[in-house]
């Protein structure tokens, strides 16, 4: 038994001697333990508390309503209206396909739907939720809620959607919004507009006045769980709602010009108040139905209004661009005149034609007009006379004359998508076409041909400044903005243009706007046959025929006329005129594209929609704001 | 070898004795721990005692009854139950990695009838029992040979490997390491653990190689956790903040943000440290290790009162297993090792892992209870 012992005591040191060691060890380990408490809990504490915060404490933006948008007498044209419209959120597309398969089961999504809702699931960062489906009936809600314990992270959300209750009559004007896209953010750092449910201004006054209505978000401060659910509202800051917007448009005069453009196929016409420039009516023909772009537009609807020939996307009396033709001879003139070219009394000879070199001129008159001084030659629209004029002044400043009227360039009416046309010029050729400006150019601007083109809007924008007196008005949408909209009200009437004058001499605008009237007024005019039949409502006016296709001498004699040509090479119809004739208020410009003659197809529209204006007078009476609003 | 009475032997102990002997003070504070584990699986309920803190408190109960049988039960008894239960275990832990294969996935259970049993957590006694039974019949310069200690390495590694395959790395890692801290002191030579040091990072390319997808990524996350913050990084990104954000006293008991708001991951099991050190702050975690820091004394003390062999080696294995499992558990929900799925004994929600801590607790009390028993040298 001694060995045993004695060999257990050498174990038994040895044993304790490696103990103490290992104790040691262990020691030193947790003393590394509470070092690594004290660096977590004391030395960096506020950092983790930060981010224990930051976990558990989320901002969500509160979108705020959009601006409503009326017309000038309170009738609204844009609203809101509430949305029920499904949600779905995973973390990094986790679990998306499972998701979007049973949506679509649910829903009936779409291959395109489904492609796009994926995407937009994986690319969405801190399981932010994105929009399935917007615009839900009360069986889908309910179809939804009865499958959520099936579709984790999908919820039914209440939202505001556009509606526009006037549709296709205000489509050009009042635009639509829609998702926001990348080139929309470019300058604007609104947080807001990363919301998925957001909307933004796509076309029209919603795009132009989109910083205006958009109005600013709230923000609510939320605890939520680690899945993101909301568990508590901790605190919240209420948004401002965007701003009510009260447009210059008068709906009935509106809707007056777009009846009478119904027999036509497409067109255009403007009504601006010549004192302020308010636009009172715009109309493009055909439009489109806002409303499917306000609940999501399919592929096939957007393929055909692309494919339309007539364009119904297309607002024609911003962009679409035309001849003006005879509507341009009042600028010729007055460049003349001003030029001191020629005078009111100064008369020049028409035998039906011109020579320059070896080319033939013609009159529309065939035999022409004999000899007539500044106003008869815009009362009866002689070609010659103006081709002698604009040689005279040269396009040097007939380009000038036009240019201060309003031609070649984008009005401040601000609406997208506005063409500047063309008024051509020296510099212009040279740059565009490579060649230098020849005296037949010049013959062709006389009478608003060749390089010229203009917008309705533009010939309405021209008219207006002639008719006010020579003063550079800019055409104008918005009457009145405010966010309360009780503080919705349209301003005092006012008499005098506050734009700043052309400074032309009055007694030239006088001869001018003395021929205008003859072409309604006189007997050989070339628009009697529209002289208004009740005196206060007389107005002047000038027509226009834009050639789109130049019938030779040999289809000519061939028997070609105008209406037997194909729709879309037959002359475009204008006609612009003001009134009343004495103390001009409101000017119009009418294109009927194709319509072939002026004084024929464009002339009735603008008389009839120029008298309407004058009978219902927008620009004076504020009277039908005050019992809309008042409601 | 005959055991008769001699000169030295001490009287034989009453009934009333061994009570005596039993280490009241340790399993006070055994208690004291379970105790915290019911406070922080009550609070990781959300304040209620379902699922898991009232099922803790009662398992503790028959586990405590457990220990207290086992500690009543003569060294001799484990002594020669050793192999059987050594080689039980390792039946069990082959059994686990079939039905884990034939079931295509990780596989920790084996279910025998109405109880699931997790082999590994026997296997870890088990190991220590043989350990300890095999440096007990050998002589002093036997455990300073290189030919003797390969058969406890094979022993070791027998069970490493398979515990592995599971795979369970944190249980292999726990079995490697206890088993080593167990031959250091057995009397294994110095150059031979400075041999294996050399040979393991050797090795690592090769266990790298054969590690999981899923435990590389861990891995590498440890080492740097802003990799994927979503993804593996979470779990420790998310215990770090937790920890931190409770500062010196605490978020206060219920308050927990990151465990009630759900951003802490296995707050019942593997993270139990976390959810309780956010709400009583660094004192409760002080309190909570120095709880543990006396175990390991007590243990200690134990180990070193033993007249035999056979109760040193049992005694200390098995406070180097708890201080091993302590360690391992909250230096990892610390980011300060890799996220390996080892419990905090005594206060994570799991039943065999407690009912192993307090069997081995039982092993240690009984140390103490027959510290001067007699015990032959059988080999």
């Known amino acids: ?631 | 070898m005959g055991s008769g009475p001699s000169l030295d032997a001490p009287a034989p102990v009453g009934f009333a004795e061994k009570i005596w002997r039993i280490n009241w003070g340790l399993v006070l504070v055994l208690t004291a721990i379970a105790g915290i584990g019911v406070l922080a699986l009550y609070s990781a309920a959300g304040g209620r005692f379902e699922p898991w803190a009232a099922r803790h408190a009662v398992r503790y109960g028959s586990a405590l009854v457990l220990m207290l049988v086992v500690a009543l039960v003569h060294p001799k008894v484990w002594l020669a139950l050793a192999w059987p239960i050594y080689i039980v275990s390792v039946l069990m832990l082959v059994a686990v990695d079939v039905i884990g294969k034939i079931g295509m996935g990780a596989q920790r259970w084996l279910v025998l009838g109405p109880i699931q049993i997790q082999p590994s957590e026997i296997a870890k006694v088990a190991v220590i029992l043989m350990i300890a039974r095999y440096y007990h019949g050998l002589r002093r310069e036997q455990a300073g040979q290189f030919l003797y200690t390969l058969p406890p390495l094979a022993m070791i590694l027998v069970v490493v490997g398979l515990v592995m395959v599971q795979p369970d790395l944190g249980t292999a890692m726990m079995v490697l390491m206890g088993g080593g801290a167990l031959l250091f002191v057995a009397g294994v030579r110095i150059w031979m653990f400075l041999a294996a040091g050399i040979g393991a990072v050797a090795c690592l390319p090769i266990a790298w190689s054969l590690m999981h997808e899923y435990q590389k990524k861990r891995v590498l996350t440890f080492l740097d956790p802003d990799r994927d913050p979503l993804g593996a990084g979470y779990h420790i990104t998310q215990s770090k903040i937790a920890i931190g954000s409770g500062g010196m006293f605490g978020k206060g008991f219920l308050k927990g943000t990151q465990s009630s708001l759900n951003f802490l991951p296995e707050k019942q099991t593997d993270f139990i440290f976390t959810t309780f050190v956010e709400e009583w702050g660094m004192a409760g975690a002080l309190v909570l290790l120095g709880l543990f820091a006396l175990v390991v004394v007590w243990g200690f003390s134990i180990a070193l009162r033993s007249q035999h062999h056979f109760g040193r080696l049992l005694a200390l294995g098995v406070t180097a297993m708890l201080f091993l499992y302590m360690f391992i558990n909250t230096a990892m929900v610390m980011g300060m090792l890799p996220v390996v799925g080892v419990p905090l004994p005594l206060v994570s929600n799991g039943g065999t892992a407690l009912l192993s801590v307090m069997f081995a607790c039982g092993l240690l009390i009984g140390v103490n209870v027959y510290r001067d028993a007699q015990l032959p040298r059988t080999r």
């Open chain 1, 1 to 631: 038994m001694k060995h045993f012992r004695k060999g257990d005591g050498e174990r038994s040191g040895l044993f304790t001697r490696r103990a103490l060691v290992l104790g040691g060890a262990q020691a030193v380990l947790l003393t590394a333990l509470a070092g690594r408490l004290y660096q977590l809990q004391v030395v960096e504490t506020d950092r983790f508390a930060n981010l224990a915060d930051e976990n558990r404490i989320s901002m969500r933006l509160l979108p705020p309503s959009r601006g409503l948008i009326f017309d000038r007498g309170g009738i609204p044209l844009a609203v809101n209206r509430n949305n029920f419209r499904v949600m779905a959120a995973s973390e990094r597309g986790r679990g998306a396909d499972v998701l979007v398969e049973r949506l679509d089961q649910i829903l009936v999504l779409g291959d395109a739907d489904k492609v796009r809702l994926l995407r937009e699931l994986r690319r969405s960062r801190n399981a932010q939720p994105v929009v399935v489906r917007e615009n839900l009936g009360w069986e889908e809600v309910a179809r939804i809620e009865f499958n959520a314990p099936d579709l984790p992270g999908v919820f039914i959300d209440l939202g505001q959607s556009r509606d526009y209750p006037e549709g296709e009559l205000m489509s050009h004007i009042v635009g639509y919004t829609g998702r926001v896209a990348d080139e929309d953010l470019a300058g604007r750092d609104d947080p807001v507009l990363q919301l998925a449910t957001m909307r933004f201004g796509k076309k029209g006054v919603e795009r132009s006045f989109e910083d205006d209505l958009r109005g600013r978000a709230g923000a609510v401060q939320v605890e939520v769980n680690a899945v993101g659910r909301v568990v508590r509202e901790l605190d919240r800051t209420e948004g401002q709602p965007g701003a009510n917007a009260l447009l210059t448009i008068d709906l009935d005069i509106q809707r007056f010009a777009a009846e009478k453009m119904k027999e036509h196929q497409s067109g255009s016409v403007v009504v601006l108040d010549v004192i302020t420039g308010d636009v009172i009516a715009m109309v493009s023909t055909p439009g489109f139905d806002p409303s499917t772009f306000a609940r999501g537009i399919t592929q096939a609807e957007w393929r055909d209004l692309l494919d339309d020939p007539q364009r119904p996307l297309h607002n024609k009396a911003i962009a679409g661009v035309y001849p003006p033709g005879s509507t341009y001879k009042m600028v010729t003139a007055l460049a003349a005149l001003e030029a001191k070219v020629i005078d009111p009394w100064t008369r020049l000879p028409c035998p039906g034609y011109l020579e320059l070199g070896k080319i033939k001129f013609h009159c529309w008159l065939k035999g022409g007009h004999g000899s007539t001084n500044v106003s008869e030659a815009i009362a009866m629209s002689c070609d010659c006379f103006f081709y002698e004029a604009a040689r005279r002044a040269g396009i040097d400043r007939v380009s000038d004359m036009a240019q201060r009227l309003g031609f070649g360039k984008v009005s401040e009416l601000g609406l997208p998508g506005e063409s500047a046309a063309n008024q051509p010029t020296r510099a212009w050729k040279q740059e565009k076409i490579g060649k230098a400006w020849q005296h037949g150019d010049t013959f062709n601007l006389g009478i608003g041909q060749g390089y010229m083109t203009a917008t309705p809007l533009q010939l309405a924008i021209m008219t207006a400044r002639l008719a006010n007196g020579g003063y550079e008005v800019q055409p104008n949408l918005l009457l009145a903005k405010a966010t309360p909209r009780e503080e919705l009200a349209p301003p005092a009437p006012r008499t005098k243009p506050t734009a700043p004058s052309l400074r032309l001499n009055p007694q030239h605008l006088a001869i001018i706007r003395q021929g205008m009237s003859d072409v309604v007024n006189t007997g050989h005019g070339t628009a009697n046959a529209l002289r208004a039949k009740q005196p206060e409502f007389t107005f002047a006016g000038k027509t226009g025929t834009a050639q789109v296709k130049r019938i030779t001498e040999r289809e000519r004699e061939m028997g070609i006329t105008q209406a037997s040509l194909p729709w879309h090479l037959r002359h475009h119809a204008l006609f612009v005129c003001y009134g009343p004739v004495d103390n001009p208020r409101y000017a119009c410009a009418v294109i009927v594209e194709h319509g072939q003659a002026g004084g024929a197809t464009a002339g009735p529209i603008g008389r009839d929609v120029l008298i309407e204006t004058m009978k219902r007078d927008p620009s004076r009476r504020t009277d039908r704001f005050k019992k809309m609003a008042s409601r």
